[in-house]
């Protein structure tokens, strides 16, 4: 059944491309946090997700989560990096499995793990297929992925259409945190070209240019999270490109 926040989602998709700011708890301190989630709602930003590569959990997270909340009134998601990172004060959980991991354990056992932990928080949980495209970065090593590479498309191509044929509602392109590449373009066309559900891509996006020429590309939804850390304003010129 499709919840309250993917149904925002899907509606917002109609008009226009959206844009999704990434807090990481281990990067972020909460009197940041705030600053940051107020001037990317001001700029427009769609959604706000918390998570990295590690297992952030416990207080920590839920101290983040419930500061986010305190500050806007934009959907807070998870973005978990394993089955113990979730908080009962968020409104949705991107329930992700990485598809092209070498580790079963990514792949279904922590989403196992994490399933009844997600069902007794009571938030929702959205279904995602999560690829590492090269150079997959900490995420890449951590999911003890076979990253896709970069000069194959046919192959993302076909790891996102088997996870929408596995019933997956949306799929994400991550290049990883901090990659000195974001996902190549031609991958971005060419998934999009296959897939009935919702594309998102994440990882190396640095610019407001680049950020739209992904979404030009075919991105539906477009991630920034290393722009909190640094530079408020450039992240304001990101949401506002992908927002045209």
Do not use: C, W
């Not at 891509?201 to 290393?226: C, F």
């Amino acid at each position: 059944m499709i919840g309250k926040v993917e149904t925002y989602i899907l509606s917002k998709l109609k008009g226009s491309k959206l844009h999704f700011t990434l807090l990481d708890p281990d990067s972020i301190s909460l009197d940041r946090a705030s600053v940051v989630v107020h001037q990317a709602q001001e700029a427009g930003t769609d959604g706000i997700m918390i998570g990295g590569s590690t297992n952030a959990s416990g207080p920590g997270l839920d101290a983040l989560v419930k500061t986010i909340k305190a500050t806007t009134d934009l959907p807070v998601i998870l973005f978990p990096g394993g089955p113990s990172a979730v908080s009962p004060y968020a409104d949705a959980i991107f329930f992700m499995s990485i598809l092209n991991s070498r580790n079963p354990y990514f792949i279904t056992k922590s989403q196992a793990l994490g399933a009844l932990p997600v069902k007794m928080a009571k938030i929702e949980p959205i279904p995602m297929a999560y690829l590492v495209v090269e150079p997959g970065m900490t995420v890449g090593f951590i999911g003890e992925a076979d990253l896709l590479p970069r000069n194959k498309p046919d192959i993302t191509v076909a790891y996102a259409l088997a996870g929408q044929y596995l019933g997956m509602r949306m799929v994400y392109l991550e290049a990883g945190s901090g990659a000195d590449e974001t996902v190549p373009l031609e991958i971005v066309k060419k998934t999009k070209s296959i897939i009935d559900v919702p594309l998102i891509v994440g990882g190396g996006i640095r610019s407001p240019e680049k950020a739209k020429e992904l979404a030009d590309a075919g991105a539906d939804i477009i991630v920034t999270g290393t722009l909190t850390e640094k530079d408020t304003s450039q992240l304001i010129a990101v949401i506002r490109a992908v927002k045209g």
